[in-house]
């Protein structure tokens, strides 16, 4: 949908981040030394954080956008409030094996939210446990090293399992789109509909773009 939403010029963020103490959703984190948005689900439109920047870099626009979550912004408060707190699990992790050439193709645990990684994903983002793997089965794997093409192996496990929603964690490197093609073409051998929401991570961390 077209909504208003807060837009970052990075060009002119000095790395202050005032924005983001004032940001009550917790919708903006400062990545390698700038703001950024880092969900649009999080944030509300309002702009609280607009007066707090010195360098107006901050504007309210107008754009398509995810509607604002509340429970999942509350969600998000909670699990940062955890980890200041030191009460963060070790991992969010409910399934066992992870890597898709090891995973069964029927399961009672693929009923629900699918997480699908690439292996250099949990390296480069460091909570990834609190904000993906938390209340999905997790999927790993790396197309270019296990020299196998997963589509055929994840569209049985889409078609045999009610799987309600996938989201695609990859990097922003070029051997990553083969992931991302091979969870797409799965999704069409299945013959099933199953909305997929890409999220893809800089190599120096952060999120480069979700869609």
Known sequence: MIRKIVQINEDKCNGCGLCASACHEGAIEMVDGKARLIMDSYCDGLGDCLPACPADA??????????????????????????????????????????????PVEAPHYNGELLIAADCTAFSYARI??????????LIGC??????????????????????????????VPCCGGMEHMVKTAIDLSGKEIPVKVVTFAIKGGIVSIK
């Open 58 to 103: 901050i504007q309210i626009v107008e754009r398509e956008a995810d509607d604002y979550d509340d429970e999942a912004v509350k969600a998000h408060l909670e699990r940062m409030k955890n980890a200041t707190s030191g009460d963060v699990p070790i991992s969010c992790l409910t399934n066992w094996p992870v890597q898709i050439k090891l995973a």
């Open 143 to 172: 197309p270019k090293l296990d020299a196998v093409n997963y589509a055929e192996k994840l569209s049985q496990i889409f078609a045999k399992n009610d799987v309600k929603e996938i989201t695609l964690l990859r990097m922003e």
């Open 129 to 138: 446990h609190q904000e993906f793997i938390d209340g999905h089965t997790t």
